[in-house]
């Protein structure tokens, strides 16, 4: 547990479960959640009983809408952003006295 709170990012931990994938099968919970969390690819196999269930319909009408809703806020700020970028070029070659030439 020691060696593993030393290895400060992801990569080092996940190359460090490669060498020796048992690390975690004993741990405390903490670890194994940090495990499955680092190493997507375990399926939660470092937590008895973390296999994901599936949604209820509720839970995922909510979720999908939360997807579109979130894709379409996207989409606007993308298109705000284009818009301004547009105007922002079409005014850049103008020629705006700052002071008085007189």
């Known amino acids: 547990m020691a060696f593993f709170a030393t290895l400060r990012t992801g990569s080092p931990r996940a190359a460090a479960l490669r060498v020796s994938p048992s690390a975690g099968e004993d741990g405390p919970e903490e670890l194994r959640r940090a495990l499955d969390a680092l190493v997507p690819e375990s399926g939660g196999s470092f937590l008895p009983g973390a296999q994901e ?13 939360w997807d579109d809703d979130l894709r379409r806020a996207v989409g606007a700020v993308d298109e705000a952003r284009a818009a301004f970028r547009g105007f922002r070029e079409s005014i850049a070659g103008l020629d705006v006295p700052l002071f008085d030439e007189g």
């Open 53 to 65: 269930s599936p949604l209820s319909p509720e839970l995922q009408a909510l979720l999908d809408r």
